[in-house]
């Protein structure tokens, strides 16, 4: 398992949606057969968990909403999200306190 690092965006804030992006040229791995990476923040008060089958690969109004999100919870030390969205194979990537979960599905 390879862990995707984030460059900083445009913003000045690091993101997600290179994680995103990159998530579309990662090594395919079977998350049904491959161990879970420990709890991110394990101290954190919250965890948030997103599950959408609607995210575009290069916009799209719940990307940008989620993409969003990630960017304001890496910069909150007591929250750690977790994001499940749909692709052509399984994937994990993680940035500062947002790990992304790609779930192969049907098209």
Known sequence: ??????????SGAPGLAADVT?????RPISLAHHPLPPPDRPAA???????TKWFGETSGGVKT???EKARWV????????TLVIPGAFDALAEGRGTRVYRLQGPR
């Open 1 to 10: 398992m390879a862990t995707l690092l984030t460059p900083t965006l445009p």
């Open 74 to 81: 890496s910069r909150q030390d007591d929250i750690r999200h």
């Open 22 to 26: 990159a998530l579309a040229n990662a």
């Open 65 to 67: 909403y989620l993409v």
């Open 45 to 51: 008060s919250t965890a948030v968990l997103d599950v």
